[in-house]
């Protein structure tokens, strides 16, 4: 039989490469990156974490789980927000990014679909490294304090490795499986949704920048 980890990886294939090749991500990781790209960028972000963490809290019928759930991010991308303001200080944010609709949480129905949510909730902070040393490098001002969102303790590729390795061992039955496949893209398509209001035109006014 296949193991989950290998399943998800197959399973939510086409959803990761969607996000990927989205056009927030081609912005993120553009080396014409702005910082007030990078806030208007940052505010998505964080309404589509604000979501997917409500989401998280929801399922709490799983006690069990919960050490394999993924820390809370959404203070550290506020606190990031607010140093990128204190650099703009003459650019305003967008107020478009105030009407935006905001999904729904999707609590997990069971817990196998709270790890398929847990699956890329806590994969996201190995890519959130990548991100943080481009921004970093694309972003000379005050390395580090605008990322430390996406530059997440729990990024260690081995502590990574040995989430999914304890993935395998909890979620083995085709049931299971399926469950949790189920939650990860909802999760991915939690993600798009949120993502979308940025491909539709909302991006950056640039010349709003001083």
Same mark, same amino acid.
């Given at each position: ?15 990761? $490469? =969607? ?7 081609? !912005? ?5 990156? /702005?910082?007030?790209?990078? #806030? ?13 963490? =409500?989401?998280? #809290? ?15 991010? /959404? ?10 303001? $204190? ?14 609709? /905001? ?5 997990? #129905?069971? @817990? ?16 959130? #490294? ?6 970093? =490098? ?12 996406? !530059? ?13 390795? @304890? ?13 949790? /496949?189920?939650?990860?893209? =909802? ?18 006014? @640039? @010349?709003?920048?001083?």
């Amino acid at each position: 039989m296949t193991d989950t980890v290998s399943l998800l990886r197959h399973a939510t294939h086409a959803a990761h $490469r =969607a996000l990927e090749s989205s056009a927030i991500a081609r !912005d993120l990781m553009s080396p014409d990156l /702005t910082l007030v790209r990078y #806030r208007h960028i940052l505010q998505v972000w964080l309404r589509a974490w604000c979501v997917l963490e =409500a989401s998280l #809290r929801l399922s709490t019928d799983f006690p069990r789980y919960a050490s394999m759930l993924p820390t809370a991010r /959404t203070v550290k991308g506020m606190r990031d927000l607010a140093a990128v303001d $204190r650099l703009l200080v003459a650019a305003p944010p967008d107020p478009r990014i105030d009407v935006w609709d /905001t999904p729904a949480p999707i609590p997990a #129905r069971d @817990e196998f679909a709270l790890l398929g949510m847990g699956y890329v909730a806590v994969g996201s902070s190995i890519g959130g #490294r990548v991100i943080a040393r481009h921004v970093c =490098a694309t972003l000379p001002q005050e390395p580090g304090v605008i990322t430390t969102f996406f !530059d997440d303790d729990g990024g260690d590729p081995a502590a990574w490795g040995r989430w999914l390795g @304890e993935l395998n061992q909890r979620v083995v039955s085709p049931p299971q499986q399926h469950a949790c /496949t189920e939650g990860a893209l =909802a999760t991915f398509a939690l993600l798009q949704g949120a993502f979308a209001s940025y491909a539709a035109g909302c991006r950056t006014a @640039e @010349e709003a920048a001083p």
